[in-house]
């Protein structure tokens, strides 16, 4: 199984919502990454989960907050979102340098 | 000066075309540089890797210059299905598990 699956595929939300990304991967991957894209840019890296623990914030606002509850599970927990957070959000996994990336989950905020 | 620069395009060429994409990074200690494709509101696919001495996978070659700092990939016999985003990915001297990517190059391969 070579595949990091996310779900939902999409996401509707208002601004007072309460809301989870998820994401699987059954490589067993040491690494597990959460990037947002928005439209004709790179993916930007959120945070990065090493050995279940989380090693890498690039400064992300609070109203995103992440949780690895094992080796195979990464959670994406949102709250108060803005609408210029609506943006695909994309999970990834890795044992080297090398990332794989799941369907992403596009989010829209209302 | 960006990390990972790369020519937005489009690069529009016609089916059977050979093309070709450069890419320039910053950091000269730079360690792993990949190519990725991604298509339309799709998620970024592993196209390859580049190893300093050049690596070939059916139609597509990739090349590393570490002494001009620079990554190619060269698609022969263009079809249809490679139009998509291409994009460069450099995994930076000392961040382990951080890629920095490029804008992407936008490839449009017609009839």
């Known amino acids: 199984d070579t595949e990091v699956t996310q779900t939902p595929k999409h996401l509707v939300m208002g601004m007072t919502n309460k809301k989870s990304l998820k994401c699987e991967q059954h490589?067993?991957?040491?690494?597990m990454y959460w990037y947002k894209q928005k439209a004709k840019k790179p993916p930007e890296l959120m945070f990065v989960?090493?050995?279940?623990?989380?090693?890498i914030n690039e400064s992300v606002p609070s109203r995103f907050s992440p949780e690895c509850p094992n080796s195979s599970l990464l959670n994406l927990h949102l709250h108060a979102l803005q609408p210029e957070d609506s943006a695909l959000y994309l999970c990834?996994?890795?044992?080297?340098?090398?990332?794989?990336f799941g369907p992403g989950t596009r989010l829209t905020v209302l | 000066r960006k990390e990972v620069e790369q020519d937005p395009g489009p690069f529009n060429v016609p089916e059977g075309a050979t093309v070709a994409f450069n890419c320039t990074y910053s950091?000269?200690?730079?360690?792993?540089f990949f190519w990725y494709r991604q298509d339309c509101r799709k998620e970024p696919k592993l196209l390859m890797s580049?190893?300093?001495s050049g690596n070939e996978d059916g139609r597509f070659t990739a090349q590393l210059n570490r002494a001009s700092q620079y990554i190619s990939l060269l698609i022969r016999d263009s079809k249809l299905s490679d139009s998509a985003t291409y994009l460069c990915?450099?995994?930076?001297?000392?961040?382990?598990?951080?890629?920095?990517f490029g804008t992407g190059t936008r490839l449009q391969v017609t009839l």
């Open positions: 990834a996994s890795s044992q080297t340098s090398e990332q794989f």
């Open positions: 490589m067993g991957h040491r690494a």
């Open positions: 989960y090493s050995y279940e623990k989380l090693s």
């Open positions: 950091n000269s200690a730079s360690q792993s």
């Open positions: 580049v190893y300093s």
């Open positions: 990915v450099v995994n930076m001297a000392g961040t382990a598990s951080k890629l920095t």
